[in-house]
Each structure stands twice: as structure tokens, then as C-alpha cells.
């Protein structure tokens, strides 16, 4: 109360913009958006339970959100997901990629907006709390999906670490950024097909210190979900490490994402291994799974 207050005043002394529209923050809730702009930026209500797409509602609907709201067989994930061979657990997704929220996810990759960035962790942070299905105690490790080395040295901000280090901060899950690297170049995303998209992902991770992933659960966080081409290719490297469970948390999923994926790479020696990985978790000793992995 307080603190809302001071708020108030300083906000009449020194009025900020908001980092959309730019007009003055008066009384928001948000330090970097205005309330017009805050509630155009709308989390989520139903989604898949496992890739996070939302569910139909209303009208007008895509092909795509039709497909989901038809789908019949299982309540929990929609019929791509049912289709798809992914190694990711579930995806929460905050919000929709359009409109305001494409226009702010936009802004916080410039590190000029840095601090909408933060604050766009936090409302992910209270979405987050209010859900019954985000158990944060199940997680060993929060990990943003990683930079490239050459681009991270050149750059140094990450939009995914700010959103990260906001939820490890809220939850108390220790994050990570040096178990998950990128261990290839991959070119800007932004004017390819989904498909190029996946292709040009794939492989692109490695696990650096597999000992520190065997058995553990991931968090993953990006800031974008375009095709789920990354948080699938980061998931499958971690899976294949013997990670338990691997899931994701993205503030904007576009509409596309969760179409069927491609099949899984020919990498048959790395795939077994994670079959393998797996099925230890069930059965076999630690003696066991070293002669069946040598
Ligand atoms: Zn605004
Ligand atoms: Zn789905």
C-alpha cells in the first residue's frame, strides 16, 4: 500500500512511457506498460496441456485453433500433439504471438528494453503461481535456451536469461546456463517457413556435463515459441542426456507452433542411448545401464 502510494507520486513527479505505446504510465500495475496496453497483452485461459496452444473459443478462429477445439480424443493435449513424437513434457505458454504481445516480445530482444523485460517475467511469474498444474518444487534446474558462444560474446544480452533469472528468482529453482550449449550456429529464424525453421535447428544443442542432467527435471525458458523447433531440438539433447522430465516456459507462442513434427534425426546411437536412459529410471541398477551403454 505503501509502496503504491510512493508509486503514484513519483509517477506524477517523473511520469514514465509506456514501452508499447509510449504514452504515460499512470497507476499501472506494470513499471514499463500502461494499463491499455497491459490488458492487451492477455495470458492464456485454455490451453493443450501439453504444447500449451490455446483452445478454441468464441467465433472467429483459425484453422489451426479450430483443429485444437475439435479435438476429441483426449482432453488434455490437442490432435497435433497427439500426432507428434517430441521429447518436451509441456509447454506453458503466457500468451498469444500477435498484436501487443508480438509488438513487446519485438522490444525485448533490443537490450534497451531490458526492464519490460523483467516486468513481463513477473506477470509470467503470477500467471504461473496461480496455476495448479506448475508445481515449481518439481524442478532441479531453470535453463534458458542458450546462446550461441560467438553471438552471446557479441551481444552479451539474452532476452530468454532476463525471463529466466526472473522465474528462478520467484520459484527458488537454481538456473543454469552452462549444462544446455548451442553447439552450432543457427541463422536468424525470422523469414523462414516452419519447416526450414526445424531443419535448420536441428542438432543444435548439446549437453555439456550429461552427469549434472541424468535423472534430473529441466525448466526450460524462451521468450518466443515460434515453430517449437528449438524447444524441441533443446529438449531432445536433454532427454537424451537422461533428463526425467523436460518442460518449457515461453511469454508468446505463435499459432503455427505445434503443427506435426518432422521425424526425429537418424542419430539411432544417441536415441538408443536415451532409450535406454529411460528405461533405468524403471528398472535397471547403475551397473546394468553402464554394460548396456558400452
Ligand atoms: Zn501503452
Ligand atoms: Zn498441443
Known amino acids: 500500500m505503501l509502496f503504491q502510494g510512493w508509486r503514484q507520486y513519483l509517477d506524477l513527479v517523473f511520469p514514465r512511457s509506456c514501452s508499447l505505446c509510449r504514452r504515460p504510465i499512470v497507476g499501472s500495475r506494470s513499471p514499463t506498460l500502461c494499463g491499455h496496453c497491459q490488458q492487451r497483452i492477455k495470458p492464456i485461459v485454455h490451453s493443450c496441456r501439453k504444447c500449451g496452444a490455446p483452445k478454441a473459443s468464441g467465433e472467429q478462429q483459425s484453422e489451426f485453433e479450430t483443429d485444437i477445439g475439435k479435438s476429441k480424443s483426449s482432453k488434455r493435449s490437442c490432435r497435433f500433439c497427439q500426432k507428434q513424437d517430441w521429447d518436451i513434457n509441456r509447454v506453458f505458454a503466457y500468451t498469444v504471438y500477435s498484436g501487443s504481445s508480438a509488438h513487446a516480445a519485438r522490444l525485448c530482444k533490443d537490450s534497451m528494453h531490458e526492464s519490460l523485460a523483467r516486468s513481463l517475467a513477473d506477470s509470467i511469474g503470477e ?3 496461480q496455476r495448479d498444474d506448475f508445481l515449481p518444487i518439481c524442478y532441479d534446474y531453470i535453463i534458458p535456451i542458450p546462446q550461441h558462444w560467438f553471438r552471446r560474446l557479441m551481444f552479451r544480452y539474452h532476452p530468454a536469461s532476463v525471463f529466466a533469472m526472473g522465474l528462478a528468482g520467484r520459484f527458488g529453482i537454481p538456473m543454469n546456463e552452462s549444462y544446455l550449449k548451442r553447439s552450432r550456429w543457427t541463422t536468424k529464424q525470422g523469414l523462414k517457413t516452419i519447416s526450414e525453421r526445424r531443419e535448420s535447428i536441428r542438432d543444435a544443442f ?89
Open 127 to 129: 500467471w504461473l503461481d
Open 206 to 294: 548439446a549437453v555439456s556435463n550429461p552427469k549434472k542432467i541424468e535423472y534430473r527435471s529441466v525448466l526450460l525458458v524462451d521468450d518466443v515459441m515460434t515453430s517449437g523447433g528449438t524447444l524441441a531440438d533443446a529438449a531432445r539433447a536433454l532427454k537424451a542426456a537422461g533428463a526425467r522430465q523436460v518442460d518449457a516456459v515461453v511469454f508468446a507462442r505463435g499459432i503455427s507452433a505445434g503443427k506435426p513434427q518432422p521425424p526425429s534425426p537418424p542419430n539411432e546411437s544417441r536415441m538408443q542411448k536415451a532409450h535406454v536412459l529411460h528405461s533405468y529410471q524403471s528398472s535397471a541398477t547403475a551397473e546394468e545401464l553402464r554394460r548396456r551403454l558400452h
